[in-house]
C-alpha cells in the first residue's frame, strides 16, 4: 500500500508530517510505503535530519501550496501543481491509496469533489470525525462540518457511510447509529430530523432513535449523525472543553505545596486523563462518500497525530471503505429513489 | 415583591420546592414573600415539616398538573386549574411579580405567550440560560431550545434580550455579544447566520462577531447568541461533559490508595471544581420576551437551585428586564421593519 502525505498541510509542516512518517515505518509492513508530496526542496533538507529507512519513504514534488485563506474550489482549479491536487490526482491515478493531509479542509474537499468525484448515489459527502468518548472507546461523529446545511437524505447516507467506516476501519460490529436531536422522542425536532428519523428507521441501520449530546460522553452509540453546523459545535465545544479541563485541573493542583503533594501522587492517572483528551491519539478525520480515501487530520497536528493517522489509513483501504460504501449506496438509493 | 413558584414542576417536587424556597427566606428582604402554588394538602403537610418565618411563604391551591408528556398549548388550554397556569395568572393580574418552575418548559413557554402574550417587536420569545464558563464568571446562552428554527431577525432579538438580562440581572455592563459559528471570519456559516451577522452588525449591540463552540469556555463573550437546537446541544453536552468529568475523575483518583491520598490532599480544589460544574449554582433561565417574569429551572433541580433561582429572580423583577426590553424593541423594529 502507498500513503501519501501532503508534506506542506499544518501548522507544524513538513517537520510534524515527517516524524510522524518516520514513525509510522516503525509500525507499517514492509510492503507499504509513504510518500511525501511538497516543496522537495524543503521537505528533503528536513528529512536529512533524522534516520529511516529509506525505501519506506519518498518525496514527490509540488511547487505550490494552498493555505486556509483561499476560495477552496478557485484553488484547486488554478493551482494545479499544489501538494493537495498532485496527492489526490495520485489517489486517482492509482499511483498512491490513500491521501492525508493537515492542511484546509476545503481544499481537501474540493479536491475530492472534483478530482475524485463523488460515489454514485452520494449527494454530499461527509467529513467524519472519531469523537473521544473518555473511559470508554470512541464514536464516530458525522457530519462535523462539511455540510452546514443538510437534507434528510444527506444524514441517512451519513449514518450508513458512519457506519461502514466504523466496522471496517475501527472494527465495531453491527455499529449503532443516532441522530442528535433536542430530545429523545421520536416526535421530537425540527422538520429536518423528524424527516431522517423516519429514513433512518426504515433502513437498514442499526438505528437506536434520537440522541441528545447530554449522553455523547456515556458512549450513547457508536456513530452520531448531525448536520455539518450542529457536528461542527458538537466537535470544537468537546474540544474547547477538554482544554478547559485540563487547564483548570493544572492551575488549581499547582495553587498550594499541599496540592502539588496531592497533584505528584495522582501522576498517573492525571496523564492517563490528559492523553485521552488529546485529540491527536485518535487520529485523523476521513471524508466518506468520495471515490477514493482521503483523511483530514487536525491542522495543529503534531507528529503523534500524523502517526495515528496514518495507522488508520492502513484498514481504511485494506478493508475497503470506498467500494463499501459504492455497494451499500446502491441499495440506499433504491430505498430513497433520485431526487 | 411576590415571588411566585410552581409546587407540582421538578422531579423533586415539592419537597426541593419547599426547601429552596425556605432557604431564601433567610436571604430575601422582609418585604418580598413567596408563594408555592399547587396542590394545598401535599404542598401544606410537607410544609409544616420545616420551621420557617410564617409571613413570608404562602401556599395557593391548584388541583390539577401539567406533565412533561403532554403537549404543551392544549395543556395550557386545558388544565386552567394546575399550577402552572395559576402561576402565570397571577403574574398577569398582578398578584405575583415573577413565576419559578421546574415542570415542563413547553407548558411555560406556552403559558408564557398565551396568558402574558408577547412583548410588542417580538416574534419569538427565548429560553436564555447562565451558561457557565469554570474559572471565569459565566455567560448567558440564548436560544437554548424554545426555538427549534429561528430567523435572522429572532437571533438579533436574541442579542437584544440576553444582553438586557444580561447587565440588569448579572451586572455585566455593556456586555458582548457573539454569534455561534462554524469559523471566526465575517462571511462563514449558513444563510442563517450570515444575515443574522449583519443584521447584529448593523445593531447597536456590543458585537464581537462570530465565535466558535471552542472558546465558550474561554469566556469570549457575555452573550452567546444561536438558534435553539445548537442551543439545546450546547447545554447539554456542557453538561454532559461536566458530569464525565467529575464522574472520571473520582473513578481514576479512587482507584488505588496512592491515587486516593493524592485525592485527599487535593480534597479543597476537587470540591471546588465539583461547585464549579454544578447547575444549580447557577440559577434557572429566564423566558425572555413575553409580558411578565418567567424563570425556568431544571427538572432535577434541588434546594440549592430552586434557591439560587429565587435570588436571580430579584433582580430580575427590580431592574425591570421586561420593561427595560418593551423599550428597546421600539428601536429594533424602527431597524429592521415589520415582516
Redesign the interface.
Known amino acids: 500500500m502507498r500513503i501519501i502525505l501532503d508534506g506542506m498541510g499544518g501548522d507544524d509542516a513538513p517537520v510534524s508530517i515527517i516524524e510522524g512518517a518516520i514513525a509510522a515505518t516503525a509500525e507499517i509492513s514492509d510492503d507499504d510505503d509513504i510518500v511525501i508530496v511538497g516543496k522537495e526542496d524543503i521537505i528533503c533538507e528536513c528529512l536529512e535530519k533524522y534516520s529511516y529507512k529509506g525505501s519506506q519513504i519518498s518525496v514527490v514534488n509540488a511547487e505550490e501550496v494552498i493555505t486556509n485563506d483561499e476560495a477552496p474550489v478557485k484553488a484547486v482549479r488554478h493551482k494545479k501543481d499544489s501538494s493537495v491536487v498532485r496527492g489526490i490526482t495520485m489517489v486517482k491515478e492509482g499511483d498512491g491509496d490513500v491521501f492525508i493531509s493537515a492542511g484546509s479542509t476545503g481544499a481537501i474537499l474540493a479536491g475530492g469533489l472534483l478530482i475524485l468525484g463523488r460515489i454514485t448515489g452520494i449527494d454530499r459527502p461527509t467529513l467524519a470525525a472519531v469523537y473521544p468518548v ?2 470508554s472507546e470512541p464514536s464516530l461523529l458525522t457530519d462535523t ?1 462539511a455540510n ?2 443538510c437534507k434528510a437524505k444527506n444524514l441517512l447516507e451519513f449514518g450508513v457511510m458512519g457506519s461502514i467506516y466504523m466496522q471496517s476501519v475501527l472494527g465495531r460490529q453491527n455499529p449503532t447509529v443516532g441522530l ?1 436531536n ?1 430530545g429523545t422522542e421520536a416526535g421530537k ?3 429536518l430530523t423528524k424527516e431522517a428519523y423516519a429514513l433512518m428507521e426504515q433502513s437498514n441501520l442499526n438505528f437506536i432513535g434520537n440522541v ?7 458512549a450513547i452509540c457508536d456513530v452520531i449523525v448531525t448536520d ?3 457536528g ?3 466537535v ?6 477538554g ?3 485540563l ?3 493544572k ?3 499547582l ?1 498550594t505545596s ?2 502539588k ?6 501522576k ?2 492525571l496523564s ?2 490528559k492523553k485521552e483528551f488529546n485529540y491527536a491519539e485518535y487520529g485523523g478525520a476521513p471524508i466518506l462518500g468520495v471515490k477514493g480515501a482521503l483523511l483530514k487530520m487536525h491542522g495543529s497536528s503534531d507528529a503523534l497525530a500524523v502517526k495515528q493517522t496514518i495507522m488508520k489509513a492502513i484498514p481504511y483501504v485494506e478493508e475497503d471503505v470506498v467500494g463499501t460504501i459504492e455497494r451499500a449506496m446502491e441499495n440506499v438509493q433504491e430505498m430513497v429513489g433520485d431526487e
Chains 1, 2 share one sequence.
Open positions: 473518555i473511559g462540518g452546514a446545511e442528535v433536542n425536532g425540527t422538520p441528545e449530546t447530554r449522553d455523547l460522553q456515556n455539518g453546523f450542529t461542527n459545535a458538537i470544537k465545544l468537546t474540544e474547547g472543553m482544554l478547559m479541563v487547564r483548570e485541573l492551575k488549581r493542583f495553587s499541599k496540592s503533594l496531592g497533584a505528584l501522587l495522582l498517573d492517572q492517563q486523563i
